[in-house]
């Protein structure tokens, strides 16, 4: 319980995947495949129209402040538009407690 500080980051490489037209990075307590209650600059970005090929792009979302009464699970959830290919990507969730 309290006020936490989370912040997220994902690393994306290409890995042979063409035409990635966008990449998107989220932090949610709410778990599967939705993004109930995501708000753009907040615990929302994304990066439009990657070049095919890419290594090392970064999204981040840093201190997205959560205020909660109990033990709560967040999840870092990240998505990629492309044509071909798979795209990897490696993640990390942290958070902090303020008080």
Do not use: C, F, H
Request: proline share 5%.
């Amino acid at each position: 319980a309290g006020d936490w500080d989370v912040t997220g980051i994902a690393v994306w490489t290409g890995a042979g995947a063409t035409a990635i037209t966008d990449l998107e990075l989220l932090i949610t307590p709410t778990p599967g495949d939705n993004t109930t209650g995501v708000v753009t600059g907040s615990n929302y970005v994304y990066a439009t129209g990657i070049v095919s090929g890419i290594s090392n792009n970064t999204n981040v979302i840093p201190s997205y402040r959560v205020s909660i009464s109990g033990s709560t699970p967040y999840y870092l959830k990240v998505s990629a538009t492309y044509s071909t290919g798979t795209p990897q990507v490696l993640g990390r969730l942290s958070a902090r407690r303020m008080r």
